[in-house]
């Protein structure tokens, strides 16, 4: 049974930077597309990336587009979302997930890892 685990978050300063894992296990990430989702207190689920499989195609929500990169490794069956320029609007728990179709709709997606906090602020 496939299971994800987030890591990489933590408390950074405006500005600063984080990578987070989204480490897969029990299967293969191949033929996914792997999608990383936030959500703030008070706010809803908001698609932030996703890789499709394959072509490796990516999209990013018009909010972190130019600061966040998704990409996968295959040899290690992981996902990782590099973050730069961090902003306390930024601030939320990251989730990755795992779906068929490549879409930022949270709805899309069957597999959820257990999200890792990050907490962007001076």
């Known amino acids: 049974q496939l299971q994800l685990v987030e890591s990489g978050g933590g408390l950074v300063q405006p500005g600063g930077s984080l990578r987070l894992s989204c480490q897969a296990s029990?299967?293969?990430?191949?033929?996914?597309?792997i999608g990383w989702f936030r959500q703030a207190p008070g706010k809803e689920r908001e698609g932030v990336s996703y890789i499709s499989s394959g072509d490796g195609s990516t999209a990013y929500a018009d909010s972190v587009k130019g600061r966040f990169t998704i990409s996968r490794d295959y040899v290690k069956n992981l996902v990782y979302l590099q973050m730069n320029s961090l902003k306390p609007e930024d601030t939320a728990v990251y989730y990755c997930a795992t779906g068929l179709i490549a879409t930022l709709s949270a709805s899309y997606f069957s597999t959820w890892g257990q999200g890792t906090q990050v907490t962007v602020s001076s």
């Open positions: 029990g299967s293969t990430l191949d033929y996914y597309v």
